[in-house]
């Protein structure tokens, strides 16, 4: 198939973001397709790939906010700060309130500084954390910066030890971290029981389909329907029409004069083609993703 556009993919659990990769390229019969970002094993929900073209749009839509459910479990620390792991530490949480949860898990919206998990895909020192992991190997992290843009606790069962939140929080924000976070906060520790993603790169849940829903799309010829092309995607931006003189410089992706307010663009070329999304700064645009060519 010749498929250029965003599918947006339900994963279930026990699937890597690799394995949904994998397999559609042997659904759809094509090689170049890639994920939006890494979504662990034991979560489920919304994972934007691109296929064709839009492989260029990765770079771009990675660096988007997210939105989750999750449940949290107080009082149980593990070593891959989930459910998944072995456990560190119990102790008992029966004295926690529903107020002090509030408070401290209300205290982390807003920029903070978050140490990532060893078990992640982040690399350092061009090694992934989970790797080095896997071997014992456990090394200090350097603190990044995220930002936690609202949570709200959805509901409590402290009698189990248990509450759940929906949070929207900037790219790179590990949310098995946050629930570390909070525990560490609350004096009892605390791991991620349960992880649903709602929504990334302006997708939501119910537009995503499941594995086996886009193989019997793609074997009765109805999946192109299900596909955003790369211009929807950017249907938010402005646009910037050029005019012949500037068509030669678009498409050789070099730097560009308009004048227009800051900020990202959709570029079409004289004759209405759309070509590629640029930055603005000061009248001078810069190339972002450009699109015409494989």
């Known amino acids: 198939m010749n498929l250029n556009g965003v599918l947006p993919v339900y994963k279930e659990r026990g699937y890597t973001s690799n394995d949904v990769v994998s397999k559609l390229r042997g659904i759809l019969k094509m090689k170049k397709i890639g994920h939006t970002g890494t979504l662990d094993p034991d979560a489920e929900g919304v994972l934007p790939v691109c296929l064709g073209k839009a492989t260029k749009l990765i770079s771009i839509l990675s660096d988007t906010d997210k939105a989750y459910s999750c449940t949290c479990r107080l009082g149980i620390t593990t070593d891959t700060e989930d459910m998944s792991g072995n456990v560190l530490s119990e102790v008992s949480c029966k004295d926690i309130t529903e107020d002090a949860v509030r408070k401290a898990a209300e205290g982390f919206i807003g920029r903070y500084m978050q140490i990532p998990p060893m078990y992640s895909a982040k690399k350092v020192n061009g090694k992934k954390l989970y790797e080095l992991a896997r ?93 955003v092309s790369i211009e929807k995607m950017f249907s938010d931006l ?28 959709r570029v079409y070329l004289s004759d209405g083609t759309f070509a590629a999304v640029y930055e603005v700064k000061k009248s001078r645009a810069v190339l972002k993703g450009y699109f015409l060519t494989d």
């Open 238 to 265: 402005g646009e910037i029409r050029a005019d012949k003189e500037c068509d030669k410089n678009i498409r050789n992706g070099n730097i560009i004069r308009a004048c227009v307010p800051d900020g990202r663009y």
């Open 135 to 227: 071997q014992g190997i456990v090394i200090e992290r350097k603190p990044c910066e995220v930002e936690i843009k609202s949570l709200v606790i959805r509901d409590t069962d402290l009698i189990n030890g248990r509450f759940s939140f929906d949070t929207e929080c900037s790219k790179g924000t590990y949310i098995r971290s946050l629930c570390r976070d909070i525990g560490e906060a609350l004096g009892c520790g605390a791991s991620m029981e349960s992880l649903l993603r709602t929504g990334a790169c302006g997708f939501k849940l119910n537009e995503c389909r499941r594995l086996s829903e886009i193989e019997e799309l793609a074997k009765s010829g109805d999946i192109e329907d299900k596909i």
